[in-house]
């Protein structure tokens, strides 16, 4: 299972982000030569977030597609299966491009209960005292 080292790849990039806050989700960007199964990421993400700060934190995947180039008739074409044949004459004779990525997009944090020195949300310094 290819995943939990992608699983943990993805753990160490998110973490670096976070810079020690909770996460809630994190989207990551995964080409379709890297033959990422989602129900498989997604359990090899649960262990090896557990007991870090992305602990439960949910992980979207988007599958950037592979560029398709048919040696036989040169067709070009782009496609998320990483098994692809070329769609104009079938054959599997095929040059690819990309579809070897993985990058973070984005994480969402958790919303933090107190924010030192927000005069609205910091109840250890009370209005009007210095």
Avoid: F, K
Wanted: hydrophobic share 35%; charged share 25%.
């Amino acid at each position: 299972m290819h995943e939990y080292g992608i699983a943990e790849s993805i753990l160490a990039a998110v973490e670096g982000r976070a810079d020690g806050r909770r996460v809630r989700r994190a989207r990551v960007q995964v080409g379709a030569l890297l033959r990422v199964a989602e129900p498989s990421i997604n359990d090899a993400w649960s262990l090896v977030t557990e007991g870090t700060l992305a602990e439960g934190a949910r992980l979207d995947l988007v599958t950037l597609p592979v560029r398709l180039t048919c040696r036989d008739c040169g067709n070009a074409t782009t496609s998320v299966d990483p098994y692809a044949v070329c769609p104009a004459c079938g054959t599997t004779d095929v040059d690819t491009e990309g579809g070897d990525d993985l990058v973070l997009e984005s994480i969402q944090l958790a919303e933090a209960t107190h924010v030192p020195g927000d005069p609205r949300g910091d109840r250890g310094n009370p209005v009007g005292s210095s």
